[in-house]
């Protein structure tokens, strides 16, 4: 059997250092806030190359916060793309601003500022940079663009942690970053938690208010903001895995390079292409094919797990129905249909990619 996502190997493999963690945090009764939080924001801030970072409870928080921090006025554009997770979208909306949906590159899968360049409106004020599947976007052409409209560009980086552009880490190229930690991204918690960088002192400071209830000293608010704090455990927990990221990311990268190998020259396969300027996260290895779910049943009859991210494009979702019918021609909507993530990760070792991608030749001949 080889599985999509296996956490409870990830335990088993640093089941100390977590127990340790856990232990510590409730006997020093650090729930909320306390050394862990602070340790784990820096240390993340560090990790990243930012200069703030701002724990909060979950990734779609870090990105609602992160909006409502650079306070757009209301009703503004952000463009976001056409396929990525809902909590993108969403928090632009819960921020009250309205969701322009952009395409994205046929190759790559992240947002295409050729696209972007044709859904500029008078309104638009932001991009929603999503690094999908932890390659990064094209950051050179969307800053030329943010620079050249006087727009705000916030990463997405749920999927990207540790993920360079021309060596630099992403979340905090553009004005701010926003991550997630839950359980199943590179760098996952034991529940929910995220966090948002910046290299912008006041924006951190602002974003930090807005997560404790506009919280300036005990029981003295600036504003009314909301709650949405990382909490002592998972942050406790975030600070003993971020040490094995970094050797995470190379078996990834590993497996990746074996699906690369043996798989290139399969014409029913076709592969995400990696851009030259970028350390990929590989969150996700997903490729293209005809009769997608039949492939993927092919699969687990051969004991292999798969996944679709995504099986719907964000604009044929219900919960979109209200900007009308969605534009067919976007790639995005076109490809759905065909997406098939295969199994990556560091419980994966080479010799298993090989009997993926044997199987994945197999299954599409
Ligand atoms: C996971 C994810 C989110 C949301 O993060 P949560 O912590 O689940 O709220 C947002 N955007 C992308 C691209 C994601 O993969």
Same mark, same amino acid.
């Given at each position: 059997? =080889?599985?999509?996502?296996?956490?409870?190997?990830?335990?088993?493999?640093?089941?100390?250092?977590?127990?340790? &963690?856990?232990?510590?945090?409730?006997?020093?009764?650090?729930?909320?806030?306390?050394?862990?939080?602070?340790?784990?924001?820096?240390?993340?801030?560090?990790?990243?190359? &930012?200069?703030?970072?701002? %724990?909060?409870?979950?990734?779609?928080? &870090?990105?609602?916060?992160?909006?409502?921090?650079? &306070?757009?006025?209301?009703?503004?554009?952000?463009?976001?793309?056409?396929?990525?997770?809902?909590?993108?979208?969403?928090?632009?909306?819960?921020?009250?601003?309205?969701?322009?949906?952009?395409?994205?590159?046929?190759?790559?899968?992240?947002?295409?500022?050729?696209?972007?360049?044709?859904?500029?409106?008078?309104?638009?004020?932001? =991009?929603?940079?999503?690094?999908?599947?932890?390659?990064?976007?094209?950051?050179?052409?969307?800053?030329?663009?943010?620079?050249?409209? %006087?727009?705000?560009?916030?990463?997405?980086?749920?999927?990207?942690? %540790?993920?360079?552009?021309?060596?630099?880490?992403?979340?905090?190229? %553009?004005?701010?970053?926003?991550?997630?930690?839950?359980?199943?991204?590179?760098?996952?918690?034991?529940?929910?938690?995220?966090?948002?960088?910046?290299?912008?002192?006041?924006?951190?400071?602002?974003?930090?208010?807005?997560?404790?209830?506009?919280?300036?000293?005990?029981?003295?608010?600036?504003?009314?903001?909301?709650?949405?704090?990382?909490?002592?455990?998972?942050?406790?927990?975030?600070?003993?895995?971020?040490?094995?990221?970094?050797?995470?990311?190379?078996?990834?990268?590993?497996?990746?390079?074996?699906?690369?190998?043996?798989?290139?020259?399969?014409?029913?396969?076709?592969?995400?292409?990696?851009?030259?300027?970028?350390?990929?996260?590989?969150?996700?290895?997903?490729?293209?094919?005809?009769?997608?779910?039949?492939?993927?049943?092919?699969?687990?009859?051969?004991?292999?797990?798969?996944?679709?991210?995504?099986?719907?494009?964000?604009?044929?979702?219900?919960?979109?129905?209200?900007?009308?019918?969605?534009?067919?021609?976007?790639?995005?909507?076109?490809?759905?249909?065909?997406?098939?993530?295969?199994?990556?990760?560091?419980?994966?070792?080479?010799?298993?990619?090989?009997?993926?991608?044997?199987?994945?030749?197999?299954?599409?001949?």
């Amino acid at each position: 059997m =080889i599985k999509f996502l296996d956490l409870q190997a990830q335990y088993r493999s640093i089941q100390p250092q977590i127990d340790a &963690a856990i232990s510590r945090t409730i006997a020093d009764a650090a729930f909320i806030g306390g050394d862990a939080v602070r340790s784990f924001e820096a240390a993340f801030a560090k990790y990243q190359e &930012a200069a703030h970072c701002v %724990g909060v409870a979950n990734g779609t928080d &870090a990105i609602e916060i992160a909006l409502e921090g650079l &306070a757009l006025p209301r009703g503004s554009e952000v463009i976001v793309p056409a396929n990525t997770f809902i909590g993108t979208s969403e928090a632009v909306t819960r921020a009250g601003l309205r969701v322009v949906f952009a395409d994205v590159d046929p190759d790559d899968f992240t947002l295409s500022p050729v696209d972007v360049r044709r859904r500029l409106s008078q309104r638009t004020r932001a =991009i929603l940079a999503v690094h999908l599947y932890g390659q990064p976007c094209d950051m050179l052409a969307l800053g030329s663009i943010a620079q050249q409209h %006087g727009l705000r560009i916030i990463e997405d980086c749920a999927q990207a942690h %540790g993920a360079e552009v021309k060596g630099r880490r992403v979340g905090a190229i %553009g004005d701010v970053g926003a991550f997630s930690f839950y359980p199943g991204k590179n760098l996952g918690a034991y529940g929910d938690a995220g966090a948002i960088l910046t290299n912008d002192e006041s924006l951190a400071l602002r974003m930090r208010k807005i997560a404790n209830h506009g919280r300036t000293a005990k029981y003295d608010h600036e504003f009314e903001g909301r709650n949405s704090r990382l909490d002592g455990l998972q942050a406790a927990i975030l600070l003993a895995k971020l040490e094995f990221l970094d050797g995470w990311l190379e078996q990834r990268r590993r497996v990746a390079a074996v699906y690369d190998r043996l798989l290139a020259g399969v014409p029913e396969v076709r592969l995400p292409r990696r851009r030259s300027d970028v350390t990929h996260s590989y969150h996700l290895y997903v490729v293209r094919v005809r009769d997608r779910d039949s492939v993927a049943q092919r699969l687990r009859d051969h004991g292999i797990e798969t996944s679709v991210h995504y099986p719907i494009a964000l604009p044929r979702l219900r919960a979109y129905a209200y900007l009308g019918a969605p534009d067919e021609s976007m790639v995005a909507l076109q490809q759905d249909s065909q997406l098939l993530s295969l199994p990556i990760g560091e419980h994966l070792s080479e010799a298993q990619a090989e009997t993926v991608a044997l199987a994945l030749r197999e299954a599409v001949s």
